[in-house]
């Protein structure tokens, strides 16, 4: 038996236009545009951190202060607070979208110690829960590392000299003890934490905010 393909081709068209449901493939509109000035969550107050004008991404600022030594850590030579508008507007979205889920997150403040080198990315980039390190905080979790201490801190520092420690701040709702194979938090749980509590482990972006830059021998 022959087939003509025009002729399969043509049948098959008239076919699917015949049995064709504009309701199932509805015709394109233009959708709504949200710019940086408008707030799609109408139950709340427009946040004042919300728009900004200009391009902040990849901008910030260190302020030197003075006077300021945090506790149990000695040999501070410089601290300098960290103003990124970009990853504070990201922190506080993060923050609206937990608080949106039900989650009643409160802030809390933790240190990280770092390499110099590294100061800059996290300034601009926020910290890397993907790059987790291989010391004692990737025993309880594959994310980013902090402590509330920065005595306990401090040991992690891979520096003789010039140590470097950030101050940060991260979302806390509810935590659990981790395990080095936890690449999440489990179900009901945003953080894992040591077993007394001195390593508290992230998990994803915009959940820590960095606030200032330790300098200290």
């Known amino acids: 038996m022959d087939f003509n393909a ?3 081709s043509l049948e098959f068209q008239e076919s ?3 049995n064709y449901d504009p309701s199932y493939f509805p015709a ?3 959708i709504n545009k949200l710019t940086e000035s408008m707030w799609n969550i109408s139950d709340g107050p427009i946040p004042s951190w919300l728009g900004f004008s200009g391009n902040q991404y990849g901008s910030f600022e260190l302020r030197n202060v003075c006077g300021i030594c ?3 850590l000695p040999g501070v030579t410089q601290y300098q607070q960290i103003f990124c508008p970009y990853l504070e507007r990201a922190f506080n979205l993060k923050k609206q979208q937990q608080t949106s889920f039900g989650f009643d997150c409160t802030e809390r403040i933790v240190y990280h110690s770092s390499t110099p080198e590294n100061i800059h990315s996290i300034c601009i980039h926020n910290f890397n829960w993907r790059l987790f390190g291989k010391s004692i905080g990737y025993r309880h979790g594959q994310g980013v590392s902090f402590s509330p201490y920065t005595d306990f801190a401090s ?3 891979k520096s003789l ?3 470097r420690m950030i101050k940060a701040k991260v979302l806390f709702y509810k935590s659990h003890v981790g395990e080095p194979y936890h690449k999440l938090p489990l179900s009901g749980y945003d953080t894992t934490e040591s077993p007394k509590g001195k390593v508290l482990v992230k998990f ?6 960095p606030l200032g830059l330790i300098c200290y021998q």
């Not at 994803?204 to 905010?209: A, G, P, T, W, Y």
């Open 161 to 163: 000299s010039n140590k």
């Open 155 to 157: 040991q992690f520092c």
């Open 16 to 18: 699917s236009l015949s």
């Open 6 to 8: 025009n002729e399969i």
């Open 70 to 72: 945090p506790y149990n």
């Open 204 to 209: 994803e972006d915009s959940e820590f905010l």
């Open 28 to 30: 394109p509109t233009e």
